[in-house]
């Protein structure tokens, strides 16, 4: 079910306690009613182990439940290699070729987990509740878990604190992560029946047009314009951007939960309901043979 279009918003970018989120998919989806959401899409890193439970829980209410991703990979440019993030939406989260992918990432996450906590211990940090290590079935591990627990054993005062002593690049405690080239994370969601949305280029520092032409050729078909971090001009920006590359303008708050004493963030942007209807039509067209 859905509210219409009109007047009636949607937040396409949410984690859940499958990554690095705290609401479970249940609990996302309940807050995501009280915030008056038409839609919503689980956007989990690098995994899909959220979704069945809030399509489930969303059954009958007055919601829309999106299936998602958020895939890490990277590419390459003039200044070297970084790190991209590609949404999937509509993606089949029971293709059995997508778990197989996914079940390589999740084994290099656990790895560079334990790497980083060898490496908080090397520089005097020795967490003593690290059990989110060994929910290797249950969590895709990041650098957030790492960052969380350092503040709840006091050994920084922030998340930000967290990665400029030691989870940042360059930092004592960082670890690369593994990714996948972004034409093959593009090509990942295409064959799993789902549409490759750019996230955050703004806060990942995609404004080299020659770059996202390269990846709109390899097949992206949407860029992340609404995020908590783009600024009304950088909104605008990126709209632009989608129409002169033909590419959909996509939109969601990248919420993470609630943390401490502050309050999530869903909803926080207005992304129409005519996104999810772009993001549909597109998969239609692209899909129907």
């Not at 009613?33 to 959220?50: E, F, Q, R, V, Y």
């Not at 998602?68 to 989260?93: N, P, R, T």
């Not at 992560?177 to 996230?199: E, F, Q, R, T, W």
Request: aromatic share 10%; net charge neutral; proline share 3%.
């Amino acid at each position: 079910m859905n509210r219409g279009i009109n007047n009636s918003y949607i937040d396409m970018h949410i984690h859940t306690s499958f990554s690095d989120g705290v609401f479970t998919p249940k609990e996302v989806v309940e807050y995501a009613l009280k915030m008056n959401l038409s839609a919503i899409s689980i956007t989990d890193h690098d995994s899909i182990d959220g979704i069945d439970e809030a399509f489930s829980f969303a059954l009958h209410k007055n919601i829309e439940i999106v299936s998602g991703i958020e895939l890490s990979c990277e590419v390459e440019s003039d200044s070297g290699k970084s790190e991209m993030h590609v949404l999937g939406y509509f993606i089949d989260h029971k293709s059995e070729h997508l778990k197989k992918a996914l079940n390589v990432f999740k084994q290099a996450r656990y790895d560079r987990a334990i790497k980083i906590f060898d490496k908080l211990k090397e520089n005097d940090v020795e967490l003593k509740n690290a059990d989110f290590i060994n929910n290797i079935g249950k969590v895709a591990i990041g650098r957030l878990h790492f960052a969380k627990a350092l503040i709840e054993e006091r050994f920084v005062g922030s998340v930000r604190e967290a990665f400029q002593r030691y989870l940042s690049k360059d930092k004592p405690a960082y670890a690369p992560k593994y990714s996948i080239s972004a034409k093959d994370a593009i090509k990942l969601i295409l064959d799993s029946g789902g549409i490759p949305v750019m996230a955050h280029p703004y806060y990942m520092h995609y404004s080299d047009i020659d770059l996202f032409k390269s990846i709109v050729d390899c097949g992206l078909m949407g860029i992340e314009a609404w995020h908590i971090k783009h600024s009304e001009s950088t909104v605008k920006k990126f709209i632009d951007m989608s129409k002169e590359f033909n590419v959909i303008a996509t939109g969601g708050s990248d919420c993470h939960g609630p943390f401490k004493k502050e309050k999530p963030i869903m909803g926080k942007i207005k992304v129409p309901y005519s996104v999810l209807v772009n993001l549909k039509n597109a998969r239609e067209s692209l899909y129907k043979n």
